[in-house]
């Protein structure tokens, strides 16, 4: 049985884990990484990156046959076909590019990536099963980077025309009739592309609207995009399980209604659950909540030598925290003194439109017992929403009355992804309304509203 020794252990190479080891390798500590499938985790291979090409795939179909029904901008084409294995193939091209790259950064990084299996014998020993035998490893410092995986229903398994995410993003043929359970990130992400591609889509969640994380009025946009797009929206409504037949999906809506919809593919997409079990955990005895391996501001378990980075430490389960923590907890193994410190942690949700949060909304900084201003510009004063068919969506930015510290922005429209950024700097920065309003924004770009929103909350808008 092969045994070695190192200072840092990684256990995953999703993006918590491949940033922490490549971070590690850069301070020059002796890292070994870890990883059961493939580099890039989740992130990589069966999620962020994935499901935003079938996004824009869709995006580019949907829009193609929009130009096909009208002329408006003088330019006539003829009715679009989509090839999703095609489609599928492109994507999965993309993906062997970032986890490819991944693992040349960790082979530059000097880090030693064993393609395996983990799982604590103790707190200081670690066997990984490989394919050719068990390795033992004997860590100064382990990092659990092992991410999280779908939540199945027990009346609905996964098998058969009832798919998680990953079987979704692997489909070759659009499915005539779609019904995706949760209407949650993935459920309105993904629904929103088959829709595109010409599948008829149902949307059954069981909160009494969809993306409950996220207030009406920035969900309102994406509702009426879903409406027109002609996604039915059924929310109050649970799912029951497969009819008898195996043709549909029962439901129950909330006034006891049973339904049966009829479905050639069911999508689950009820949320994720931290993939904590099958390490060994509970008989080292590691604190654990609701499934999630506790941590405090340092990414530190209840055991010494021992952190917990990303999804498998609970919510936000988002690929730039599991990153920021990563990189965190690499510097603290060299000795830095760091904490988590990060005044937000921004939120997309790639819908059509896309939501954006970062921070606290007008809701939340009132629960917090701020006094508040805010200010709301509409993209359909914005010449470049204009310019582009896009006016629908806003830009609002919540202040403290007092300083006019910005404690928050949110925005709703097509491409404010690409916004985001910039708010989680102004809340990092601790920006007042002042600086967002005095800061030449580039002519003509969205970003105009994000500077005309925060004039608005100085009650001095210029374009409105
Ligand atoms: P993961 O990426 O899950 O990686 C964990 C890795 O650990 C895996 O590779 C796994 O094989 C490995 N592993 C597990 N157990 C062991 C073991 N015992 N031994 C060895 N290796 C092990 N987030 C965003 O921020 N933006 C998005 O747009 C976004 N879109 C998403 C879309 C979909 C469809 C899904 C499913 C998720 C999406 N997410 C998105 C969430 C994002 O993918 C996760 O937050 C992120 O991947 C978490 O990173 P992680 O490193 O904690 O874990
Ligand atoms: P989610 O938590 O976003 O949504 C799950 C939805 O399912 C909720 O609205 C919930 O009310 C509903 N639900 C739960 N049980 C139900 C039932 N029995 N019947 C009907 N509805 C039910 O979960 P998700 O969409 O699976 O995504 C998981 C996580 O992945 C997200 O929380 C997020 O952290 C991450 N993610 C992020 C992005 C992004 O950042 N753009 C994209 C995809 C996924």
């Avoid at 009715?79 to 960790?106: E, H, M, N, Y």
């Avoid at 009346?155 to 779609?178: D, H, I, Q, R, Y």
């Avoid at 997409?269 to 405090?296: H, N, S, Y």
């Avoid at 920006?431 to 100085?458: N, S």
Wanted: overall charge negative.
């Amino acid at each position: 049985m092969n045994q070695r020794s190192c200072k840092a252990l990684v256990i995953g190479a999703g993006p918590g884990g491949y940033v922490a080891a490549i971070r590690a390798g850069q301070l020059g500590l002796d890292t070994i990484v870890v990883e059961a499938e493939r580099p890039g985790g989740t992130c990589l291979n069966i999620g962020c990156i994935p499901s935003k090409a079938l996004i824009h795939a869709a995006e580019e179909f949907e829009s193609a046959k929009h130009r096909a029904e009208t002329n408006a901008l003088g330019i006539s084409a003829s009715a679009p076909t989509i090839d999703l294995a095609r489609t599928i193939a492109w994507k999965d091209g993309i993906v062997q590019r970032l986890t490819g790259g991944v693992s040349g950064l960790l082979r530059k990084a000097k880090v030693t990536t064993i393609h395996g299996t983990a799982k604590f014998r103790d707190g200081r020993t670690v066997e990984v099963t490989t394919a050719e035998g068990v390795e033992i490893i004997k860590p100064e410092h382990t990092i659990i980077a092992t991410g999280s995986a779908a939540v199945e229903l027990p009346f609905l398994p996964f098998g058969g025309k009832v798919m998680s995410s990953t079987e979704a993003l692997a489909l070759t043929e659009v499915p005539k009739s779609l019904v995706v359970v949760g209407g949650g990130y993935i459920g309105l992400e993904l629904g929103t592309a088959f829709a595109k591609f010409g599948a008829q889509v149902t949307i059954v969640e069981a909160a009494g609207k969809i993306l409950p994380q996220y207030d009406s009025e920035l969900t309102r946009p994406v509702a009426a995009r879903l409406a027109h797009l002609g996604v039915e929206v059924m929310t109050g409504t649970k799912a029951k399980g497969l009819s008898p037949d195996g043709a549909g999906l029962v439901v129950t809506q909330a006034d006891g209604t049973e339904l049966t919809l009829p479905a050639d593919k069911i999508l689950v997409t009820v949320g994720r659950r931290p993939r904590a079990d099958g390490l060994g955990l509970e008989a080292m005895g590691v604190t654990m909540e609701r499934g999630a391996i506790r941590i405090d501001e340092r990414c530190r378990t209840s055991m010494r030598g021992l952190y917990a980075i990303g999804d498998v430490t609970g919510e936000p389960m988002l690929a730039h925290r599991a990153m920021a923590q990563g990189e965190m907890v690499a510097d603290i193994i060299a000795g830095e003194n760091r904490v988590w410190d990060k005044i937000a942690i921004p939120a997309v949700c790639f819908t059509d439109p896309e939501i954006v949060s970062v921070g606290l909304s007008p809701d939340e900084a009132k629960a917090a017992g701020h006094d508040v201003v805010f200010g709301h510009f509409p993209f359909q004063a914005n010449g470049r929403a204009m310019s582009v068919e896009r006016e629908d969506g806003f830009v609002r930015i919540v202040a403290r009355k007092s300083d006019h510290l910005v404690l928050g922005v949110q925005a709703v429209g097509a491409g404010v992804s690409e916004l985001s950024s910039g708010f989680a700097l102004a809340l990092e920065m601790g920006a007042r309304l002042e600086d967002i309003a005095g800061t030449i924004h580039t002519h003509p770009t969205r970003g105009e509203v994000v500077q005309e929103a925060a004039l608005k909350a100085l009650g001095r808008a210029l374009h409105i």
